[in-house]
């Protein structure tokens, strides 16, 4: 079968220590057998490793921040577009995700296609919503508040027990054992993704966690549960596992039936000694371990872009159990000309 | 009697793999043998019957040994909880 030649964009490659999910994802899209892709990296920052990855990034071009406003960015796609004419546009950031919503349409005209949560699935999964969405589709989840100031914790301090866990919006979790631990981490997620912070119970148990992917019209075109093995002191999985787990299976249908979720999710589950599943996160994207998917028979990158390019889909029936992978770091030698296209020109 | 997990994959060199909780273990040739009776719907008194007569053991040392064993795997969560010996 001959393969669809298709130009895909994709940010996160910043394949680091915590790593972003677009070198995974790319190495999804290397494998297929239904999809040629030329890869373009859309990148933040001179020092990601992915635009040094030749073998599996073509091109790469710098993108400015999100928090640079909707418009700059739309000019600099315009402008890559201009040059690469790209099909299919993936981004692997929760912190961008929003830009991308608000310009989807635009993108589309543009001829640009994207396969994307809406504004509402998008807006009712965050953390600070997470009680009310627990409520809403019927599913266990610890009881949390947002707080915008460390005094907002005092004077409901009595609905929580310590340890707590301290969390950002976009990123970054602490467990906090005391009053001091919460304002320690208040103030370092703060200055560093905004307010507000959400305080959330904390749920013993094992971690687990499921990849998935919704067609937006309520059925799961993949899915598979993993748990970490080797965890971070960043709270990253450097090791994991697929499980046999009908339970974590059944949440799953059930939120993306109930949600008609569109595009990747990782549901971030704890698994409590009484075998009860708490929802602690939903993350709004493929997360940087989709490779042990397209490992374990699910390759969700190639069938996220089919889906974006209107392109029949059948769901995965089924994923090879106990599939591991270990992480590892590998040090990239680059030539200081290349670090210099990219860094004065955008462009490598 | 004591029952090993359906789900439960047992390699022939003692490899043990919980497919749902993704642990794993590694049983030594006796353990492995005695598992293996045990996947066989052997019970306690055929696996004594066997173990004492392939091994110097006595039985009350086996007795023990074996049920500690058990224990063990029940802690682990690879028997099934109603099986008892």
């Known amino acids: 079968m001959e393969k669809i030649k298709l130009t895909i964009a994709l940010s996160g490659l910043n394949n680091i220590d915590s790593p972003g999910p677009g070198i995974p994802v790319v190495r999804g899209l290397r494998d297929s057998k239904e999809i040629d892709a030329r890869i373009i990296g859309l990148v933040y920052d001179n020092l990601e490793p992915g635009p040094y990855m030749h073998d599996l990034v073509d091109k790469s071009y710098k993108v400015p921040y999100p928090s640079d406003g909707v418009e700059p960015f739309l000019e600099r796609i315009r402008y890559i577009h201009q040059v690469e004419k790209i099909d299919v546009l993936i981004p692997n950031f929760d912190s961008e995700l929003f830009t991308f919503m608000k310009s989807e349409k635009i993108l589309r005209e543009m001829g640009i296609r994207t396969f994307l949560p809406t504004l509402q699935q998008f807006e009712e999964r965050h953390k600070s919503n997470l009680p009310e969405y627990g409520k809403k589709y019927g599913v266990n989840v610890p009881f949390s508040a947002p707080i915008t100031s460390v005094e907002d914790f005092r004077k409901m301090q009595d609905k929580f027990e310590f340890p707590v866990v301290v969390k950002g919006k976009f990123y970054d979790a602490y467990i906090a054992y005391d009053m001091d631990q919460v304002a320690l981490y208040f103030n370092k997620i703060a200055a560093k993704w905004g307010l507000p912070i959400v305080i959330q119970e904390f749920v013993r148990g094992t971690e687990v966690n499921v990849i998935a992917l919704g067609d937006g019209k309520g059925n799961t075109i993949g899915a598979v549960p993993m748990r970490k093995t080797y965890i971070t002191d960043k709270g990253k999985a450097w090791g994991g596992i697929t499980l046999e787990d009908p339970t974590m299976m059944d949440l799953t249908y059930k939120i993306i039936s109930q949600t008609k979720w569109r595009g990747g999710m990782e549901l971030e589950l704890i698994r409590t000694t009484k075998n009860e599943l708490y929802m602690i996160e939903i993350n709004p994207r493929l997360p940087a371990w989709v490779y042990l998917a397209v490992a374990a028979g699910q390759n969700l990158p190639e069938a996220l872009v089919k889906l974006a390019m209107d392109i029949q889909v059948a769901p995965f029936t089924k994923y090879d159990i106990g599939k591991m992978f270990i992480r590892y770091s590998f040090d990239l030698i680059v030539e200081l000309n290349e670090f210099e296209k990219l860094s004065t020109k955008g462009e490598l | ?85």
Do not use: W
């Open chain 2, 1 to 85: 009697m004591v029952k090993i997990k359906k789900n439960i994959a047992i390699s022939d060199s003692g490899f043990v793999f919980d497919p749902g909780s993704g642990d794993s273990y590694s049983l030594n040739p006796s353990g492995l043998e005695i598992v293996q009776m045990i996947k066989l719907g052997k019970d306690f008194s055929a696996i004594l019957e066997a173990v004492t007569e392939k091994y110097e053991v006595d039985s009350d040392s086996f007795e023990r040994y074996y049920y500690d064993f058990i224990a063990t795997l029940a802690q682990l969560h690879l028997t099934e909880p109603d099986g008892k010996d």
